[in-house]
Nanobody
Framework: QVQLVESGGGLVQAGGSLRLSCAAS????????MAWYRQVLGNERELVAG??????MYTDSVKGRFTISRDNAKNTMYLQMNSLKPEDTAVYIC?????????????????WGQGTQVTVSS
């Protein structure tokens, strides 16, 4: 089993910055892809940014303001969020495609964190 734990959310004024972290733990053989989603109550979950071995992607609304990165040695992903806007307010949720191990067996599964609240005031 794998756990994803987000941290770093909070309340910030428009124009400010926050750095989110997502730490993965458990019987991890490898992490193939990680991503940040966000969700506002009543709306669908939105893909914000994703990171593979050598590639990153961003939704248009955060390009130039957010930077996604990962530390493979720590099984941790980050989202540096600068120039925050009120419309960035949401619960930010970590996602990871993980290969786990049990003895010599390997299993691939997508895991989700519980989310961390980001609130940007105007």
């Amino acid at each position: 089993q794998v756990q994803l734990v987000e941290s770093g959310g909070g309340l910030v004024q428009a124009g400010g910055s926050l750095r989110l972290s997502c730490a993965a733990s458990g019987s991890i053989f490898s992490i193939n892809h990680m991503a940040w989603y966000r969700q506002v109550l009543g709306n669908e979950r939105e893909l914000v940014a994703g990171i593979g071995d050598e590639s990153t992607m961003y939704t248009d609304s955060v390009k130039g303001r957010f930077t996604i990165s990962r530390d493979n040695a720590k099984n941790t992903m980050y989202l540096q969020m600068n120039s925050l806007k009120p419309e960035d307010t949401a619960v930010y949720i970590c996602n990871a495609d993980v290969t786990t191990f049990s003895g010599s067996d390997r299993y691939s599964h997508r895991y989700w964190g519980q989310g961390t609240q980001v609130t940007v005031s105007s």
